[in-house]
């Protein structure tokens, strides 16, 4: 690995970075729950399939046009999504999730 990747993997998530990284917790548990793929949710919510991955990863700020069109496509609300994110932004990130 890189020194400025590895040192980057070690810096502490900001709030904001934790808040980030929850909701794309959020949406890929929801979309577990609903048995879709990253593409049939990228489909129904007139996404590219590579944004759904990058929410989910948390490596972007979802803008409030992005999380209604994702919530919808989910069947779910865009509060229901937010809720899951606050409730895991305080759980440990683990990779494998």
């Not at 990747?5 to 070690?10: F, K, L, Y």
């Not at 808040?19 to 007139?46: C, F, M, N, P, T």
């Not at 990058?54 to 409030?64: D, H, L, P």
């Not at 496509?73 to 990779?95: D, M, T």
């Amino acid at each position: 690995m890189h020194s400025d990747t590895a040192r980057m993997a070690q810096k502490p998530l900001t709030q904001q970075d934790q808040r980030i990284a929850a909701l794309g917790l959020a949406v890929r548990d929801a979309r577990l729950q609903a048995g879709i793929s990253q593409e049939k949710l990228a489909e129904a919510a007139l996404l590219h399939r590579n944004v759904i991955g990058r929410v989910e990863r948390g490596e972007t700020i979802v803008t409030i046009s992005t999380l209604f069109g994702i919530a919808d496509a989910l069947g779910v609300s865009a509060s229901s999504l937010l809720r899951g994110a606050e409730q895991l932004k305080n759980e440990p990130l683990h990779p494998s999730r």
